[in-house]
């Protein structure tokens, strides 16, 4: 399965952004996507994840509340909806796939190969 995400931008604090990952490929062996994000300086951190069947969703405490993630299954896409964005929000934003959500959120982002092309979002003060 291939991903491509988009929908990154400039953006003011407290505003919103709708981030998208796109899949292509064999979309039958899908089982749950997610999203990373790295900031300036600082290490790729796990954000939100969610399973293509179920979709049961999972997020990390620094983004519960003001992120929603989501799938659209005929279009073979994973949102990631950003409210109330705040400047440290900012980071370039990638998703992957993994078995399960347990399995993405235990990815050692130092080890991990996979990473897509990601989006920038940038949120101004």
């Known amino acids: 399965v291939q991903l491509q995400a988009s929908g990154g931008g400039l953006v003011q604090a407290g505003g919103s952004l709708r981030l998208s990952c796109a899949a292509s490929?064999?979309?039958?062996?899908?089982?749950?996507v997610g999203w990373f994000r790295q900031a300036p300086g600082k290490e790729r951190e796990f954000v939100a994840a969610i399973t293509w069947t179920a979709a049961t969703q999972d997020y990390s405490e620094s983004v519960k509340g003001r992120f929603t993630i989501s799938r659209d299954i005929p279009k073979n896409t994973v949102y990631l909806q950003m409210n109330s964005l705040k400047p440290e929000d900012t980071a370039t934003y990638y998703c992957l796939t993994g078995s399960n959500i347990r399995d993405i959120k235990n990815i050692n982002p130092a080890s991990f190969r996979s990473w897509g092309q990601g989006t920038q979002v940038t949120v101004s003060s």
């Open positions: 490929g064999r979309i039958s062996i899908l089982s749950a």
